[in-house]
């Protein structure tokens, strides 16, 4: 009888602690709700200046939101309006691609043709201004809705820069932005195709696969997404897909391991099997990140220039209110590439490092002839000297061509030159 007292006291013991210890998880949310309620109850009737209710709880939702990561924010209407204007692929604005890096306000990239590219804003820029308000402790929506304004409107944009003693102040002018994705030239005397994506907007898969239709003739590949900020998943997806025929392109993992979504290659979407070379830099991010880090993963590709800005993380916007007006753009999962690695603060680093700049050439070269071909160099000379009418130069800035000139110009276009030439002799 005591036996059995004694095991039902226990019993009722466990039973009471298990029950507790679900209780705790319930009890310490709403206390912690309750905290909240009673702060934000306590600024609404002790802050110095009248503030009202919904003005607090908005600046609560964009504290707790920057506090997460740099990526999650709180949209308001404004915001929330903005953000649509944005998407459509025409706006108001820079032509500049900002993020958070170190808590800095940092410029990913510059976008190819716009007032910020035009200026001489370069990738990596930290903002430290803009006009005369200080970016410290400013949060990336508030950063960009005051870098946007009306066209034609001056703005000041106060930047240090890796090299400069001293910070520059640059001034820009507001423009319509126009994005055009995608570029697809041929390289002189050579019979290479050389492809720029600016961003991933919803033409650029399309755009690619025109492209490489159009140029059947070509040996090899080069695609440059140097300074690409990225932009749509799907495009991304589309754009290696183009290249590769089977294969886990990108996986998508958040909270729940169960969650995980894979995105993978098919032989249907593949148009080309040609030599490839992708160039990247530090203003390469996010999409451009999961294209070059899937063709090399998956070998089909060599990575050409500098290490990429590490921007592997995926945000949805969710609504929370009916009308969808207001939304919070949250952070709800990563990119991870095929090989398993994550790019999120890591980037992609080249299989070949090149960095940006004139191509090194040796000096003198064009004395260094042959006997035989020094009388006719040095007649070629003297008629340089003789006066002569300016002969006409050709513009060819409207030509889809790229000169062996510009290429001199690009050290890094010029290195991926030099391995495609290599990958097509071996493929021979």
Known sequence: MKR??????????????????????EQTR??????LTKVIGTVEKYYVDDI???????????????????????????????????TKGEFGGLGITV????????????????PAFKAGIKSSDIIL???????????????????????????????????????????????????QSVFAKRIEN????????TSFDRKVTDGLEKAIDNNKDVEGIV?????????????????????????????????????????????????TKLPLVVLVNGGSASASEIVSGALQDHKRAIVIG??????????????????????????????????????????VTPDIIAHAGVTTQETGSEFKIKEADLKKHLEGELEKTEVKKPAKTEDKTNKKIISEEDVAKDNQLNTSLGILKSLIIMNK
């Open 4 to 25: 059995l007292l004694l095991a039902t006291t226990i019993t009722l013991f466990l039973s009471q602690s298990l029950f507790a210890k679900e209780e705790i998880p």
């Open 30 to 35: 709403f206390e912690s709700l309750s905290k």
């Open 52 to 86: 009202k209710l919904e003005e607090i709880v908005n600046k609560s939702l964009k504290g707790l939101m920057q506090e997460l990561d740099a990526h999650s924010s709180y949209l308001d209407k404004k915001s929330s309006k903005e953000m649509s204007i944005q």
């Open 99 to 114: 993020g958070m890096r170190d808590s800095a306000l940092t410029v990913i990239s510059p976008i190819d043709d716009t």
């Open 129 to 179: 201004k803009i006009n005369d308000k200080s970016t410290l402790n400013m949060t990336l929506d508030e950063a960009v809705s005051l870098m946007r304004g009306k066209v034609n409107t001056d703005i000041y944009l106060t930047i240090v820069r890796k090299g400069e003693s001293e910070p520059l102040k640059i001034k820009i002018t507001r423009d319509i932005i126009k994005i």
């Open 190 to 197: 050579q019979k290479y195709l050389y492809l720029r994506v």
């Open 223 to 271: 695609l440059d997404l140097r300074n690409n900020p990225g932009g749509l998943l799907s495009q991304a997806i589309g754009v290696v897909d183009l290249f590769v025929d089977e294969g886990v392109i990108v996986s998508q993992k958040g909270r729940n391991p169960e969650d995980e979504e894979k995105f993978e290659a098919t032989t249907s979407n593949t148009v």
């Open 306 to 347: 500098e290490k990429t800005f590490g921007k592997g993380s995926v945000q949805a916007v969710l609504p929370i209110s009916k009308d969808r007006s207001e939304n919070i753009k949250l952070t709800i999962a990563k990119y991870y590439l095929p090989s398993g690695r994550t790019i999120q603060a890591v980037g």
